[in-house]
C-alpha cells in the first residue's frame, strides 16, 4: 500500500513538471515567430502587471530582462518589475527557474535566434553537454551580462 502511494506521489510530480504550456498564436516577443514551433527553446517572462511574454530562445529572454522598456505592452519598465523568469531545461524539456539554471555558452547547437545560452536545471546535465557539444563556458543567471547578450547577436 504505502509502495503504491510513493509511486503515485512520484507520477504526479512528474506530470506537474511539464513544459511551458503555449498555443499557436503565441509568438516571441523579441523576434515574433512562433514559439510552439521550437518547444526545446522556449522561454517565458511574467510581469508584475500580469502579462506574459513568451521567447523563441533564452538569449530573446535575456533581450527583455535587460531592456524591458523596449516592450512596454507588457507592462515592465525595468527588470526589477519582471517577477518570473522561465525557461526549457534543454535536457528534459522541463520548465524551469531561469534565475537558478546552469546555461552553456559557445555551443555547436544555435536556436531559432542563432547563437544562444542553452539552460539546464543541473549542473551535470549542463557539462555533458558542454563536453558533447564544444561549450566554452557554464554560466549562472547572475553572470549573464546585456554585453555577453548582444556579443551573441553580433552586435559587439
Given at each position: 500500500m504505502i509502495k503504491t502511494v510513493v509511486m503515485t506521489i512520484l507520477a504526479a510530480g512528474l506530470?506537474?513538471?511539464?513544459s511551458i504550456k503555449v498555443n499557436r498564436n503565441d509568438t516571441c516577443a523579441v523576434r515574433q515567430f512562433k514559439v510552439y514551433?521550437?518547444?526545446?527553446w522556449i522561454a517565458k517572462a511574467e510581469t508584475a502587471k500580469g502579462e506574459t511574454a513568451y521567447f523563441s530562445s533564452p538569449k530573446?529572454?535575456?533581450?527583455?530582462?535587460?531592456q524591458p522598456d523596449r516592450w512596454m505592452e507588457f507592462?515592465?519598465?525595468?527588470?526589477?518589475?519582471?517577477?518570473?523568469l522561465t525557461v526549457t531545461d534543454?535536457?528534459?524539456?522541463?520548465?524551469?527557474n531561469a534565475r537558478s539554471s546552469y546555461y552553456v555558452y559557445g555551443s555547436t547547437q544555435t536556436s531559432p535566434a542563432g547563437d544562444d545560452l542553452v539552460p539546464f536545471a543541473k549542473l551535470e546535465d549542463a557539462e555533458k553537454f558542454a563536453k558533447k557539444y564544444k561549450g566554452k563556458r557554464i554560466l549562472r543567471f547572475s553572470e549573464i551580462k546585456n554585453s555577453l547578450?548582444?556579443?551573441l547577436n553580433g552586435r559587439i
Open positions: 506530470l506537474m513538471a511539464g514551433k521550437y518547444p526545446s530573446s529572454m535575456f533581450e527583455f530582462y535587460f507592462g515592465a519598465a525595468t527588470p526589477d518589475d519582471i517577477t518570473s534543454f535536457n528534459t524539456l522541463n520548465a524551469i547578450i548582444r556579443l
